[in-house]
């Protein structure tokens, strides 16, 4: 187990103050050198400090009245209520608590991420006030937090207030907030850079009649062992991991603050310690106020985030309800021209009918005419077979029958358009019985008819009178 810890501290790149990094070395190698327990080193930190450990310090919930008329709050109300987490970023940082971060008070780099969820996924609280006081700590869950931070600082404000130290990793992940301040002017900020450290125990464990033997594949696989002094070659390989972490420390910093790594490189990343102004000067940090002032900060922005959020709901629902009436002026003028389109086509279709009607007047007309011709043609020849049937059944000479036809117009005897063939023939008998009727009064007047003397000879005078007569009846 001892062999396991120092290999991890050899071998463990930190992004922590170097004075730090001697101190954890200390403890650990006190801790397997001297004789102590783990048990007896903790409480000789608790001695020394005169009282108890704290490892778990406890994220604060606090209620903050928010001055001045802001988005949300009614007309004359002058504050809002807002709730802020402040979160306790403490001592050396590893990613998992073990026996170093209990005597050094350290924190969780993992407590501290679940913490933060916590936080944002509780609906009461607004805004996240990180309070940090670190000289920073291993990589390993550093860049991960640092990023969790800074992707998550668009869901609700995040502040950071340095308590006095923020260093190294502390400084990795203290940058990823939204803002970060400083509660004094005395506080430092910095110490951009990552270290490690080779501790060669070979003459320790000589004097303890120790002679330690690795066995391994690999050609790097026992890199940095403190069983012997450290190669130049295997120094050149941790030197360069420690330049790439390095690379990508700068790379974060210059994101979560909004610059360029060439602009960290230039004037923060000379792993220099600065206080508050050089810090606020070189950008590493945005103002100095106290921690009141910080949190009441988070709950303002919080405030106004939630104000911004609703105008741009109401900015979206604007653009939403112009975007409807274009749209529906779009369908409108469609429709009308639709309706233009169908009113002309109205027009032709009306024109169209009015010609059809006329020519369907003219064709019906014409219809008509040809009906009507056509029964004027039977009914003339059904007239005739009528009057020749009357008149051949008659005793009227046939000179008479013209006379008599002429007489009895069958045209006077059309019911509906159609001839009514019996009323004809009816009146044309009753033409026929007048005829014989005045023929039959003239015969005593005409030679070999009558009107002759009873001696045989002929009456002039009476002759005369009835040529007369039979000559109208035959004029008639």
């Known amino acids: 187990m001892k062999n396991a810890v120092i290999a991890y501290l050899n071998s463990t790149p930190w992004a922590i103050m170097p004075g730090y990094l001697d101190t954890i070395h200390g403890i650990v190698y006190s801790k397997y050198f001297?004789?102590?327990?783990?048990?007896?080193?903790?409480?000789?930190?608790?001695?020394?400090?005169?009282?108890?450990?704290?490892?778990?310090?406890?994220?604060?919930?606090?209620?903050?009245?928010?001055?001045?008329?802001?988005?949300?709050?009614?007309?004359?109300?002058?504050?809002?209520?807002?709730?802020?987490?402040?979160?306790?970023?403490?001592?050396?940082?590893?990613?998992?608590?073990?026996?170093?971060?209990?005597?050094?008070?350290?924190?969780?780099?993992?407590?501290?991420?679940?913490?933060?969820?916590?936080?944002?996924?509780?609906?009461?609280?607004?805004?996240?006030?990180?309070?940090?006081?670190?000289?920073g700590g291993t990589v390993p869950g550093i860049q991960d937090l640092s990023d969790y931070i800074y992707n998550s600082r668009e869901s609700k404000p995040i502040v950071t207030f340095v308590d006095g130290l923020m260093a190294s990793g502390g400084l990795w992940i203290g940058t990823s907030a939204t803002k970060v301040v400083v509660g004094e002017e005395t506080a430092r900020v910095g110490s951009l850079g990552v270290i490690t450290a080779h501790y060669d125990k070979s003459i320790a464990d000589e004097r303890a009649g120790v002679k330690k033997t690795y066995i391994y594949a690999g050609k790097y696989k026992a890199i940095g062992a403190d069983n012997a002094p450290l190669s130049p070659e295997d120094k050149d390989v941790i030197q360069s991991e420690v330049d790439s972490l390095y690379t990508i420390f700068v790379n974060s910093v210059a994101r979560n603050r909004g610059t360029t790594p060439d602009e960290v490189l230039d004037k923060m990343a000379d792993a220099r310690m600065f206080l508050a102004r050089e810090a606020m000067e070189c950008g590493l940090v945005d103002d100095i106020m106290t921690l009141d002032d910080a949190i009441k900060m988070a709950a303002t922005m919080a405030i106004k985030k939630d104000g911004e959020a609703d105008n741009r709901i109401n900015n979206n629902n604007h653009k939403e309800v112009i975007k409807m009436e274009d749209e529906l002026k779009a369908q409108i003028e469609a429709l009308q021209a639709q309706v233009a389109t169908l009113t002309t086509r109205v027009t032709e279709l009306t024109a169209e009918n009015l010609a059809l009607t006329k020519e369907v007047g003219i064709a019906t007309a014409?219809?008509?005419?040809?009906?009507?011709?056509?029964?004027?043609?039977?009914?003339?020849?059904?007239?005739?077979?009528?009057?020749?049937?009357?008149?051949?059944?008659?005793?009227?000479?046939?000179?008479?029958?013209?006379?008599?036809?002429?007489?009895?117009?069958?045209?006077?005897?059309?019911?509906?358009?159609?001839?009514?063939?019996?009323?004809?023939?009816?009146?044309?008998?009753?033409?026929?019985?007048?005829?014989?009727?005045?023929?039959?009064?003239?015969?005593?007047?005409?030679?070999?008819?009558?009107?002759?003397k009873e001696d045989g000879s002929v009456d002039g005078g009476r002759f005369e009178t009835a040529k007369a007569e039979f000559a109208e009846i035959l004029a008639l």
């Open 34 to 135: 001297s004789g102590k327990t783990a048990e007896e080193r903790v409480a000789e930190a608790e001695a020394l400090k005169g009282r108890e450990l704290n490892n778990n310090p406890t994220t604060e919930r606090i209620e903050v009245g928010v001055p001045g008329e802001l988005p949300g709050s009614a007309a004359g109300s002058g504050a809002r209520m807002a709730r802020v987490a402040v979160i306790p970023v403490v001592g050396p940082i590893s990613k998992r608590m073990n026996m170093m971060s209990a005597i050094s008070e350290g924190a969780s780099a993992e407590i501290i991420k679940s913490e933060i969820s916590a936080a944002l996924a509780d609906d009461s609280v607004d805004a996240i006030v990180l309070r940090v006081d670190t000289p």
């Open 366 to 452: 014409t219809i008509s005419n040809i009906k009507a011709e056509h029964a004027d043609k039977e009914d003339s020849a059904e007239a005739a077979r009528i009057s020749g049937e009357v008149l051949a059944s008659s005793t009227l000479p046939g000179k008479i029958h013209d006379k008599v036809v002429a007489q009895v117009d069958w045209k006077t005897f059309r019911v509906e358009g159609r001839l009514d063939g019996k009323a004809y023939s009816d009146a044309l008998k009753v033409e026929v019985t007048d005829w014989q009727e005045k023929l039959g009064s003239t015969q005593g007047h005409v030679p070999g008819v009558g009107g002759a």
